[in-house]
């Protein structure tokens, strides 16, 4: 009994061991099977969630496809109504194209931006000047026009019309299109691109059409070319005219008649005087005053106006009321006096290219005075003219004495200031000059109408074969 009980007791004590093992081995198999289970599940969920997008994308671009083609289908009828009515603005850029096809569209773009106002008028919206372009231009011309205008078509589709082509509208489209409505259609959609360059023009294409069609009807007229050569024989014509005043023309130079030398004395009173001698056209010689207002400023504009300087040097005159003015020669004074006088007169108004006297009728017939005026002349290497105003003048005796050259004056011009007087005076110095060749005539800057004399008479004098200068 204490066997079985014994083995009862080992019984119960092996058997929870053994389903502690078979619970064991049981939970061991359960894992294992639920380890395995897991990883197939998350493959498969995978595959159905890229299965799923693959399905969403297909039906997605199904349904793009479809609203792409509706859109089209919509588009096309409604393109084709807008473009029938504007046909009548349309006809205008192939008007311009079908003359011009052997331009290039650039260029036709940068000709009508160039010349903007006859583009303008050269543009009639009628139909019936269309078709009469079109019957002038050859049928060459319009199939170039046409394969030009389908190449600038097929550049400037937009996106949207470009499937056109593949979809049931495009197929079931009628193929047997005229070539006059397939140029109308490529001139409707190439409108943008004439018109940019009128744009900038502000004025309306209502007010604007009746012009057009004035210079289309010119256009067709060409009544222009004639003119040309018409302006040509008129000149033509005129030409033989010409002859009749060639034997004016011709007027053959005179033999060299001598040198004048017009000297003009008394500057530095009056600049306004001045300015007629100043703008004399030929070389002249203007002798200034010294010690007066204007003597040095006389002094400056003469060598401006390219014209020679000399000093008018003042001398006491027989008559001994006249007052020959400042810094003169007078009687009384001695030789040194005399020199530091001139010497003082010639540096105010320096540079100069010689003197004369002024007055000095009585001091010019003095040999002692002119002795000492002639020793500066010499010093300063300048030129003496004796004005001549007595005949008594010692001036060339004294000169030759000393070796040295001194100028004579032949007449004066302005004693008798009237023009006639001025004028027989001139012809006599042109005598002596014929003689002798040359002469020295005197006038004086106040008397203006003796420029105005000489102005006038200056082309006479060049084609009388007389040369005018300066003394030197």
């Given amino acids: 009994m204490p066997e079985k009980e014994d083995k009862g007791k080992t019984s119960k004590k092996t058997s929870p061991k ?54 089209v289908l919509k588009l096309v009828p409604n393109l084709k109504n807008s473009l029938k009515s504007d046909t009548g603005t349309a006809q205008t850029p192939l008007e311009k194209e079908i003359p011009s096809t052997e331009q290039t569209p650039k260029t036709e773009a940068a000709h009508t931006s160039a010349t903007q106002k006859p583009s303008v008028a050269a543009q009639p919206h009628t139909d019936s000047a269309v078709q009469q372009k079109r019957q002038n231009t050859p049928a060459a011309q319009q199939k170039t026009a046409s394969s030009q205008e389908k190449v600038l078509t097929a550049k400037k589709t937009t996106p949207a019309a470009q499937p056109a082509p593949h979809s049931p509208a495009a197929a079931s489209a009628p193929v047997s299109h005229t070539a006059s409505a397939a140029q109308k259609d490529t001139a409707k959609k190439e409108k943008p691109v004439v018109h940019p360059a009128p744009q900038k023009n502000p004025i309306p294409e209502k007010s604007v059409a009746p012009d057009k069609k004035n210079t289309a009807s010119k256009k067709n007229s060409v009544p ?15 030409q033989p005219v010409q002859p009749a005043a060639k034997p004016e023309k011709p007027r053959k130079r005179a033999p060299y008649a001598g040198n004048l030398t017009f000297v003009f004395d008394d500057a530095g009173h009056n600049l306004d005087q001045l300015e007629y001698f100043l703008r004399l056209p030929f070389p002249c010689t203007i002798a200034v005053l010294p010690g007066l207002r204007y003597s040095s400023e006389s002094a400056r504009r003469i060598r401006k106006a390219g014209k020679q300087v000399i000093l008018h040097q003042p001398m006491q005159s027989v008559d001994l009321h006249i007052n020959p003015g400042p810094g003169a020669v007078t009687p009384g004074l001695s030789a040194e006096q005399i020199k530091k006088i001139v010497r003082k007169n010639l540096e105010e108004i320096w540079p100069v290219a010689g003197m004369n006297n002024h007055e000095g009728s009585l001091m010019t017939a003095d040999e002692v005075a002119m002795s000492a005026v002639l020793d500066v002349v010499a010093e300063k290497h300048i030129f003496f003219l004796d004005s001549r105003t007595t ?9 030759k004495e000393k070796n040295m050259a001194v100028w004579e004056r032949a007449i004066f011009i302005d004693n008798d200031k009237s023009r006639a007087a001025m004028e027989t005076q001139i012809k006599k110095g042109l005598r002596i000059a014929r003689q002798k060749g040359s002469a020295i005539m005197i006038g004086h800057v106040f008397t203006v109408e003796l420029a105005q004399l000489l102005t006038e008479m200056y082309p006479a004098l060049i084609e009388d074969g007389f040369s005018l200068g300066i003394i030197e």
Avoid: H, W, Y
């Fill in 18 to 71: 053994k389903t502690a093992a078979q619970t064991q081995s049981k939970t061991k198999s359960r894992s294992g099977t639920t380890a395995k289970k897991k990883p197939r599940s998350s493959t498969a969920r995978k595959k159905r969630s890229r299965g799923n997008l693959i399905a969403a994308l297909v039906i997605l671009c199904v349904l793009l496809l479809g609203f792409n083609l509706v859109l």
């Fill in 391 to 399: 005949a008594r003048s010692v001036v060339a005796k004294v000169a």
């Fill in 224 to 238: 222009e070319k004639p003119a040309v050569p018409d302006k040509k024989k008129t000149v033509q014509t005129m």
